[in-house]
């Protein structure tokens, strides 16, 4: 069955970097598109784009360019999202979200169970 | 940068209907979907495409478009509906995806 577990909750301190995994089995990783959703506490959900695990490609939303990056590591079917100069606005719930197909389509079939990342001094 | 707007609640007794609408200027021409949210787990796919269910979505679930508004309408809801529900479609370029603020649904 399709399953995509995401790393475990993580606590920085402003300016440090974290780096969640997405780790996906159950499926061809590289026939399907990777997203990145944002969830800030008791706030709604935010799109932060996605990576085609075909070529590689990534796709930035308006205000996730520059201190965001996604990655993969096709050999073990996993996705990265990689965060610098942590803020503490960037405290939230990151889900990684399978799309339908092999490029962003908004149907996200699987999601991960979340990674919490807490910023705080 | 494009918005899509929800009402942020809507309250319905069991057994009544509840509608939820999701407005957007490029929904005219962009598919819309609808996920369902509730409290510490992941979202859940509930219509895809505007109005497509997704195997094991029970049928009370449904979805429509009109213009640039769509709508989630639960039919005979449910306590276990009591959620949080997300519109989400792209722009009008298709190369960027917005969700809808939320909409919190009550069963009274």
């Known amino acids: 069955q399709v399953q995509l577990v995401q790393s475990g909750s993580e606590l920085k301190k402003p300016g440090a970097s974290v780096k969640v995994s997405c780790k996906a089995s159950g499926y061809t990783f590289t026939s399907y598109a990777m997203n990145w959703v944002r969830q800030a506490p008791g706030q709604g959900l935010e799109w932060m784009g996605w990576?085609?695990?075909?070529?590689?490609?990534?796709t930035y939303a308006q205000g996730f360019t520059g201190r965001f990056v996604f990655s993969l590591d096709t050999s073990v079917s996993t996705a990265y999202l990689q965060i610098s100069s942590l803020k503490a606005e960037d405290t939230a719930v990151y889900y990684c979200?399978?799309?339908?197909?092999?490029?962003?389509?908004?149907?996200?079939?699987?999601w991960g169970q979340g990674t919490l990342v807490t910023v705080s001094s | 940068s494009y918005e899509l707007t929800q009402p942020p609640s809507v309250s319905v007794s069991p057994g009544q209907t509840a509608r939820i609408t999701c407005s957007g200027d490029a929904l005219p021409k962009q598919y819309a979907y609808w996920y369902q949210q509730k409290p510490g787990q992941a979202p859940v796919l509930v219509i895809y495409?505007?109005?497509e269910r997704p195997s094991g979505i029970p049928e009370r679930f449904s979805g429509s478009s009109s213009g640039t508004t769509v709508t989630l309408t639960i039919s005979g809801v449910q306590a276990e509906d009591e959620a949080d529900y997300y519109c989400q479609s792209a722009d009008s370029s298709g190369t960027f995806w917005v969700f809808g603020g939320g909409t919190k649904l009550t069963v009274l």
């Open positions: 979200a399978r799309d339908e197909g092999g490029d962003s389509s908004g149907w996200y079939d699987y």
């Open positions: 495409k505007d109005s």
């Open positions: 990576i085609n695990t075909n070529t590689g490609n990534p």
